[in-house]
């Protein structure tokens, strides 16, 4: 005989009928009342790794898009400091050709020409001198600041995420036969080990920076960075209202 139909005076009806919106989470029953079959759960927890396994690949794009913005700003003041101090060497060497000493004149032909005044010596003196300290001061401070070697660690520190996104990326969206927990793991435990290797000679990202990163991304669209900035914007958002209501 078919089974009476559950209604809400029943007490066997399962409680999920009657909420607004089915538990996605929750496995099924089976049929005959028992435990939910192998299947559904294979397909729940295959669902669930796939979910995981998305949600790393968009936080390796969002360190690539992050070590990318940093690295750009940090050559960017690389190359403030090295141009000035390249053509500051090369006009030194210049000024010191062009402005050389007058000889004195030797004789009554005066053939060398006149001798050189003392104002025109001490010009000559202070401009290369000038030129040299300059080049010297942009060269120290651009060792002190290590901006070289800050933009290229943040560079191949963004290559490697871009490797690992894509590699994460085959395993979510792109093989056409399933792997088993066994592949998975073992590519997790070499995107685990290259994530250590990352943080071990990046330098941190300042917060400032990465404010900066969030509202750029957001201009431009990039959806994988939206979930990480709209919180930080909205409390900004909520912090320049309640300044202007107060």
């Known amino acids: 005989a078919a089974a009476p139909a559950a209604t809400p ?4 009806a399962p409680l999920h009928l009657y909420s607004a919106a ?3 989470s929750a496995p099924a ?11 559904l759960q294979s397909s729940l927890e295959n669902e669930s790794t796939q979910k995981k396994i998305k949600q790393l690949e968009l936080k390796l794009l969002r360190r690539r898009d992050l070590y990318t913005y ?5 050559q960017f003041l690389y190359r403030m400091l090295t141009i000035p101090t390249i053509i500051l060497t090369a006009s030194t060497g210049l000024v010191s050709a062009a402005w050389s000493e007058a000889p004195c004149s030797c004789g009554e ?5 006149e001798p050189e005044s003392d104002g025109e010596s001490l010009s000559r003196t202070v401009a290369v001198s000038g030129l040299s300290a300059i080049a010297t001061v942009l060269v120290s401070v651009n060792s002190l600041l290590k901006y070289e070697s800050t933009h290229i660690a ?3 520190a963004a290559q490697q995420c871009d490797t690992l996104s894509t590699k994460i990326g085959f395993l979510s ?3 056409i036969i399933t792997k088993d927990d066994v592949a998975i793991q073992d590519t997790m435990s070499e995107v685990e080990k290259d994530l250590i290797e990352i943080s071990s000679y990046v330098p941190p990202v300042p917060s400032w920076l990465v404010n900066n990163f969030r509202s750029a991304a957001l201009k431009a669209g990039m959806k994988h960075v939206e979930t990480s900035a709209a919180p930080a914007l909205k409390r900004k958002e909520t912090k320049a209202n309640f300044n202007l209501n107060a």
């Open 9 to 12: 005076t029943s007490p066997a």
């Open 22 to 24: 089915p538990v996605a």
């Open 29 to 39: 029953p089976s049929p005959d009342g028992g435990a939910p079959s192998l299947a």
């Open 70 to 74: 940093a690295g750009d700003h940090y």
């Open 109 to 113: 032909s005066g053939e060398f020409g």
């Open 154 to 156: 943040f560079f191949k």
């Open 173 to 175: 969206s792109y093989n």
